[in-house]
T-cell receptor, first 112, second 113 residues
Framework: GEDVEQSLFLSVREGDSSVINCTYTDSSSTYLYWYKQEPGAGLQLLTYIFSNMDMKQDQRLTVLLNKKDKHLSLRIADTQTGDSAIYFCAESADNAGNMLTFGGGTRLMVKP | DTGVSQNPRHKITKRGQNVTFRCDPISEHNRLYWYRQTLGQGPEFLTYFQNEAQLEKSRLLSDRFSAERPKGSFSTLEIQRTEQGDSAMYLC???????????FGQGTRLTVV
């Protein structure tokens, strides 16, 4: 079955770049997503990338996809304390995000 | 508020009782999904509906779990004979047709004592 793995924790200083990594096993993944979850809040979709793309940039966020290695990363430039949250990588094998498989989440802590 | 709405936000129940959660999707979203999130884990897909049709239910955790969306609008998730292992956050999401973005509600946190 599908499996999505992430490191548990990342700590950075305010103003630095953060890079959160994710690996997945399902070669039929069509879309790969990054979600953000703050305490007491629901999941917020940050960005997604189609499997035929290598990179996607959206303001401070850059997503890199290495399909050969099944590796996805999220880079946050100029990380702010408000970026402190849990970040989830997710994949789906269809084109409508119906059945997302999530990783366990990476807790990002931003120190002032 | 026009986001996905879930009620109640918190539910404490005794083991063996039945519980029902409600999800109101974003208006005009025809797809609705249920996920479960246990502490320290990512969400786990349970089931989804397109309009009133439940198109995938093999991932429901046991036959104690059931979901309905009778008129293609709001949905309910019922857990019968709750067990302590059912304690988790139950998340609902909705999306519009083939769009890739699913919007999540804030969840219902269930505690079984």
């Amino acid at each position: 079955g599908e499996d999505v793995e992430q490191s548990l924790f990342l700590s950075v200083r305010e103003g630095d770049s953060s890079v959160i990594n994710c690996t997945y096993t399902d070669s039929s993944s069509t879309y790969l997503y990054w979600y953000k979850q703050e305490p007491g809040a629901g999941l917020q979709l940050l960005t997604y990338i189609f499997s035929n793309m290598d990179m996607k940039q959206d303001q401070r966020l850059t997503v890199l996809l290495n399909k050969k290695d099944k590796h996805l990363s999220l880079r946050i430039a100029d990380t702010q304390t408000g970026d402190s949250a849990i970040y989830f990588c997710a994949e789906s094998a269809d084109n409508a995000g119906n059945m997302l498989t999530f990783g366990g989440g990476t807790r990002l802590m931003v120190k002032p | 508020d026009t986001g996905v709405s879930q009620n109640p936000r918190h539910k404490i129940t005794k083991r063996g009782q039945n519980v029902t959660f409600r999800c109101d999707p974003i208006s005009e979203h025809n797809r609705l999904y249920w996920y479960r999130q246990t502490l320290g884990q990512g969400p786990e897909f349970l089931t989804y509906f397109q309009n009133e049709a439940q198109l995938e239910k093999s991932r429901l955790l046991s036959d104690r779990f059931s979901a309905e969306r009778p008129k293609g609008s709001f949905s309910t998730l019922e857990i019968q004979r709750t067990e302590q292992g059912d304690s988790a956050m139950y998340l609902c999401a909705s999306s519009f047709r083939q769009q890739t973005e699913a919007f999540f509600g804030q969840g219902t946190r269930l505690t079984v004592v």
